[in-house]
């Protein structure tokens, strides 16, 4: 089975700084998908960045990347240039390669980012 | 842009009541997921769905839980007797081959 850890259960950042949210995970799958998800205090799950396992490129959504190291089993995310709408709960989820389909989501515990001005 | 939709946004119930949560998932997703996220903790996964059928069921879906896609649109959970221990937000979640999931807003379930 699968399992994805958050390390860092809060963090901080002053506003327009950088901050990187850690994620490791444990699997024995060769092909797999990595995301994050943002949940506010809305709680709705909002999807910010996706990485495929095969591709060693790391992805890139505007202020949001990723550090994708494979043999480590590690995912982190970085936020750069915060912002005050950044604030909210930050889920790491993984989820494996179904061939002719898909497969569920398997988070983190999350780590909570507070933006300060 | 398209989105996931689910009702009630919050339902309170009373133990041993039946509770039906609704989702209207994005019109081309070809498979349907419930999960679960009781207050301060991880969301869990429930159930997936995919061609009228349940592909994967987690241990928190026990015969109590039922799922349905009754008119090719909704898409529903069903609790038939609820516990105390069932309060918590259900995600509503669809998704296309090899894309991403995306999430309703949830529903709050509270079981007083």
């Known amino acids: 089975a699968q399992t994805v850890t958050q390390s860092q259960p809060e963090m901080s950042v002053q506003e327009a700084e950088t901050v990187t949210l850690s994620c490791t995970y444990d699997t024995s799958e060769n092909n797999y998908y990595l995301f994050w998800y943002k949940q506010p205090p809305s709680r709705q799950m909002i999807l910010v960045i996706r990485?495929?396992?095969?591709?060693?490129q790391n992805a890139t959504e505007n202020r949001f990347s990723v550090n994708f190291q494979k043999a480590a089993k590690s995912f982190s995310l970085k936020i750069s240039d915060s912002q005050l709408g950044d604030t909210a709960m930050y889920f790491c989820a993984f989820m494996k390669f179904a061939g002719g389909g898909s497969e569920k989501l398997v988070f983190g515990k999350g780590t909570k980012l507070t933006v300060n001005p | 842009e398209p989105e996931v939709t689910q009702t009630p946004s919050h339902q309170v119930t009373q133990m041993g009541q039946e509770v039906i949560l609704r989702c209207v998932p994005i019109s081309n997703h070809l498979y349907f997921y419930w999960y679960r996220q009781i207050l301060g903790q991880k969301v869990e996964f429930l159930v997936s769905f995919y061609n009228n059928e349940i592909s994967e069921k987690s241990e928190i879906f026990d015969d109590q839980f039922s799922v349905e896609r009754p008119d090719g649109s909704n898409f529903t959970l069903k609790i038939r007797s609820t516990k105390l221990e069932d309060s918590a937000m259900y995600f509503c979640a669809s998704t296309s081959f090899g894309q991403a999931q995306f999430f309703g807003p949830g529903t709050r379930l509270t079981v007083l």
């Open positions: 990485q495929e396992a095969y591709k060693q």
